[in-house]
């Protein structure tokens, strides 16, 4: 975990460097509208989350997930800068602690997934723009030799209209292999910004509204977190299986800071619902699904964002 950190910290510093370049650049997607969000070039967040009971009383114990996330991304502009070429990877990893059945024993174990995003970004006339993202991704406990079984693959594209000054709205869909556990997601994506509210959707997956001042921002943000990993065993539940996964919505309220030009700072709390652990067998099924009780959580990170 400390290696990783200063690594992760090394790609902000670097980038730091070139943040009065950045800053310099146009910040328009049309000739006419200002952008209505900025685009994170690079990210670290920690999730803190409370002990949770599991509901299922046979299991008697309560479990325990952190993650800490990091993502890089770059967007290169060709075509007379009516297109874009994608570039991002994201960095998840996941503690699970779980008591066992005497308290003086628990269950620990550790998650990683590594994803690479590729896509292109095109703008059409009347305001229309597609953005389509393929997303190779590795997902395991690594406690064996890498093989099939921990790639996945993500599909998604996105439609938007800026509609005027002040809104977008778009249509999109998702798509992910997790495994042979095929899901399909249809999406829709509004952004408004107008004087000193700023309101952002990526339905169902994340919703945020802010109050803007001139260094920071303060509101609220919901956002559902669903992944899965290759593994032998669910530490949690303590029984045999080929996939390990969990599934959450957390909500809360949610303060941005702007620390230095393009350099931000986030802290976040509230409560975690629809908090669920999911095994899957080998043909992708779910076999058991077992529920934990709504907790508490809190998130601090930081991000660069142009």
């Known amino acids: 975990m400390k290696n990783e950190s200063l690594g992760v910290m090394l790609v902000l510093i670097l980038l730091l460097f070139g943040m009065k370049e950045l800053y310099s650049q146009k910040k328009t997607d049309t000739i006419s509208y200002p952008r209505l969000s900025k685009f994170t070039i690079a990210s670290i967040n920690q999730y803190q989350y409370s002990n949770s009971d599991l509901k299922s009383s046979y299991l008697n114990r309560g479990v325990k997930i952190n993650e800490f996330r990091a993502s890089a991304q770059i967007a290169i502009p060709f075509n007379k800068g009516k297109s874009y070429i994608f570039n991002g990877w994201d960095y998840i990893k996941v503690n699970s602690l779980a008591d066992k059945l005497t308290p003086e024993e628990f269950y620990h174990n550790q998650y990683k997934s590594i994803t690479c995003n590729l896509g292109i970004i095109n703008n059409f006339k009347n305001y229309w723009s597609l953005l389509f993202i393929i997303s190779p991704s590795i997902a395991s406990d690594f406690k064996e030799s890498l093989s099939n079984d921990d790639f996945t693959l993500g599909i998604s ?61 303060i509101g609220f943000e919901g956002r559902l977190f669903e992944n899965y990993y290759n593994a032998d065993n669910d530490l949690a539940t303590n029984i045999n299986m080929d996939k390990f996964g969990f599934s959450k919505v957390n909500f809360g309220p949610k303060i941005q800071v702007q620390l230095y030009h393009a350099l931000h700072f986030n802290v976040a709390t509230g409560i975690t619902v629809f908090n669920e652990l999911t095994s899957l067998n080998k043909r992708g099924a779910r076999t058991e699904i077992t529920a934990a009780k709504n907790k508490l959580f809190y998130n601090f990170g930081l991000s660069v964002l142009k």
């Open 157 to 217: 594209a996105m439609a938007s209209k800026r509609y005027n000054e002040f809104f977008e709205y778009g249509i999109g869909f998702s798509f992910n292999t997790r495994f042979k556990y095929e899901m399909y997601l249809p999406l829709l994506s509004l952004k408004y910004k107008k004087g000193r509210h700023e309101l952002s959707a990526l339905l169902p997956l994340q919703l945020s509204a802010f109050y803007c001042f001139k260094y920071y921002k």
